[in-house]
């Protein structure tokens, strides 16, 4: 019984950390913000008990409504177009070519791209003055398009957002083909199966954990997302591209409707859970482990011909670079060389004019960029520090606990943030952290659930025969941890601080929700402001985005074996 409890204390010590993040950061706001949405409140007056009166009226506002139909389009028809384009881009990288490290990376770089500097990408690239799609089609006799005043088509350039951003599901894909057992193919061929038909009994089968997991993630994507749908047009037109989160965000912090946004919230979560059961539940039906047995037919991946591989991937690059590319040529261009026809791809002269123009009208912009670095660089070294911890006790103690406790750890990734955003904004207001670094920076260091998983999964791999070996030598579970863990761990670790950095340098709706001060701001939302200031000056927007993608990419370019470690070990592992 002893042995048990000093078994159980020192796993709760290790996990320490999430405990409290967990009860001040997620219990507390959460059933706060249950009890508001029976309220009506708006954070001045005290709230009035009003029952289910929040609830009825989802169902009778119409744009509630309109947001939550624009949302379930992305759900149901974004979701699977952009899992079988994500599988469709990594059977073509599936290769063993010349040059295929070049392309894997090209391809992979659009994931890295903060989310507000992909909208003026697309802001680049769609515009209806100046915009480089609307300048091909005036050069074949087309009348441009008004991309973002057309109800028509504000959906789907916010779906085109999403495909093309699809590079890091792309190398778990990748990776989930490479695991396919060669054997396979091998009698596949004996047995004179057809190359499509050995794409559908093979490779489809064996790769769907990983079309599970993706389908997962998109499906959490999509219902929250919005920077996409509020800096492309805030919505518009008429609420045509109005996501959920949008709608929540605007009727708690525009109409100060907080406990009619807290009613949104808990609907949202009730949505998710109900269809992330459903999925889970059948896919019995449809995914295949290796530990499946059945004796089911299965074939080979479908191979091209080298000039037929070299076209796909050259029809890739131009899809993923492309846009890349554009931006890097605007920023080069003065603003009258941006409404040159026909297009300037390689302007002349090149000139750096629009950099000064951006410091100029943004003399904030250099502390910015320091701001998202302090701030960046403190949740990278904090994940490294409290979610190694943490995953320690879940990977590597015998407490009784633990699975029960991973298991909330695990179910919190499936709440949406909305669920606790308002009552994290009031209790940050309450105890002096509003318009601090503090928001954005405490609740992430203390044991976030993407790391800990991440981490834990890692621990898992080292053989325990090294625990066994300290006990003899007379250490316990901390000598374990920072004498044999952590040292075989610098990859995962690594990698768990380069992640951490990048998810924390492109937020865009944390500091956009707890930060008032412009001294205070971070880039993201600094990008935001150049775009309101500036937002027919695109070769500024475009030299601004470029400051945002700049440490990234440098990053990227320094650390890709731990980036795509990182991205693996979390879809396969």
Not at 147 to 154: A, L, N, P, T
Not at 354 to 368: D, I, V
Not at 403 to 412: C, E, G, R
Not at 416 to 441: E, S
């Amino acid at each position: 019984m002893t042995s048990r409890w000093k078994e159980e204390g020192a796993f709760l010590l290790f996990i320490l950390p999430w405990i409290v993040g967990f009860l001040v950061f997620f219990v507390g706001p959460a059933a706060l913000s249950m009890i508001y949405s029976f309220a009506d409140y708006n954070s001045v007056t005290p709230p009035q008990w009003i029952g289910f009166d929040n609830y009825r009226d989802l169902f009778k506002d119409q744009i509630y409504l309109k947001s939550f139909g624009n949302t379930l389009y992305f759900v149901f028809i974004a979701v699977p177009i952009t899992v079988m384009f994500q599988i469709l881009i990594s059977v073509v990288l599936n290769v063993e070519i010349k040059g295929i490290r070049f392309f894997r990376t090209i391809y992979y770089l659009p994931y890295l791209v903060p989310p507000v500097a992909t909208v003026i990408i697309w802001l680049l690239l769609f515009g209806t003055d100046g915009g480089f799609v609307n300048q091909l089609l005036e050069a074949v006799g087309i009348p441009k398009v008004d991309w973002f005043g057309s109800e028509g088509w504000s959906k789907p350039l916010i779906v085109t957002i999403g495909i093309w951003s699809s590079g890091g599901p792309v190398l778990i894909f990748l990776a989930a083909l490479k695991g396919v057992p060669a054997q396979l193919y091998e009698a596949a061929r004996i047995d004179g199966a057809s190359r499509v038909r050995q794409f559908f009994t093979i490779t489809l089968p064996m790769i769907s954990p990983t079309i599970l997991f993706s389908l997962v993630l998109q499906m959490i994507y999509y219902f929250q997302m919005f920077t996409e749908s509020r800096l492309l047009n805030n919505g518009g037109p008429d609420y045509s591209s109005s996501t959920y989160m949008l709608n929540t965000y605007n009727t708690a912090f525009r109409d100060m409707k907080f406990g009619y946004a807290m009613a949104q919230s808990w609907i949202l979560f009730v949505i998710i859970l109900i269809l992330t059961w459903i999925v889970m539940k059948t896919s019995n039906r449809w995914v295949y482990y290796e530990s499946d047995k059945g004796g089911r037919r299965i074939g080979m991946t479908y191979r091209f011909k080298t000039p037929l591989q070299y076209v796909a991937l050259l029809v890739g690059l131009f899809i993923f670079a492309g846009p890349l590319f554009w931006l890097l040529s605007t920023m080069l261009k003065t603003q009258e060389q941006t409404f040159r026809y026909p297009p300037e791809f390689l302007p002349h002269p090149l000139t750096l004019s629009a950099f000064g123009r951006l410091f100029e009208s943004m003399p904030l912009m250099g502390r910015w960029m320091g701001n998202s670095f302090a701030i960046a660089g403190s949740v990278g070294l904090g994940t490294i520090l409290f979610s190694s911890l943490i995953a320690f006790g879940f990977a590597r103690t015998k407490a009784r606990s633990r699975k029960f406790l991973f298991a909330i750890v695990l179910a919190t990734l499936m709440i949406p943030a909305q669920v606790t955003l308002i009552p994290l904004y009031l209790l940050y207001r309450n105890i002096g952290w509003y318009d601090t670094w503090l928001p954005l920076i405490v609740p992430h260091v203390l044991g976030n659930p993407y790391f800990i998983f991440l981490f834990r999964q890692f621990f898992l791999t080292i053989p325990r025969e090294l625990d066994e070996a300290t006990y003899v030598d007379g250490g316990g579970y901390w000598t374990i941890y920072s004498r044999v863990i952590l040292p075989l761990s610098s990859p995962i670790l690594v990698s768990g601080f380069i992640f951490s950095f990048v998810f924390s340098w492109t937020d865009f709706f944390s500091p956009l929700i707890f930060i008032q001060s412009e001294k205070l701001q971070t880039l993201s939302v600094g990008l935001q402001m150049i775009m309101g200031q500036t937002s027919h000056d695109f070769p500024v927007l475009a030299a601004g985005s470029f400051l945002a993608l700049l440490p990234i990419g440098v990053i990227y370019f320094f650390a890709q074996r731990y980036f795509i470690e990182g991205v693996v070990m979390t879809g396969i592992k």
